[in-house]
């Protein structure tokens, strides 16, 4: 019986959020969400395979609102924040729109998402 509890509770305290990464396109600009828990991950932006211009930063949940995760750019040469939406987090999914907004432009990504079980 002590052992049926102890496995119980074992298995409830572990959490149950997998690696989610996310690609994205948006007018030449690319993106890539890697999120291994909810609270915070990276975001990777390129102008292209043939393109030296590129910039990996970290991301940490801000805040949600209105169906979207805002996670925080943390380490990068501008002001940004990443609208995640919160119904497609867990999810594989082939169509979700993410937005970074960053200084004062704002990008509207269109994306494809999966999880990967670690």
Do not use: W
């Not at 149950?16 to 396109?25: E, G, K, L």
């Not at 805040?63 to 939406?85: C, M, R, S, W």
């Amino acid at each position: 019986m002590k052992l049926i509890l102890f496995i119980a509770l074992s298995l409830t305290s572990f959490s149950v959020f997998a690696r989610q990464y996310t690609q994205c396109s948006s007018d030449g600009l690319y993106s890539v969400v890697n999120l291994p828990s909810e609270v915070k991950g990276t975001l990777f932006l390129t102008a292209g395979a043939e393109t030296d211009d590129r910039m990996l930063a970290d991301i940490e949940l801000m805040d949600t609102e209105e169906g979207q995760h805002i996670y925080k750019v943390l380490n990068a040469p501008f002001e940004g924040l990443v609208f995640f939406p919160s119904n497609a987090l867990g999810k594989n999914l082939n169509n979700i729109n993410v937005i970074l907004k960053a200084d004062s432009v704002t990008y509207d990504f269109s994306c494809f998402t999966r999880i990967y079980e670690e």
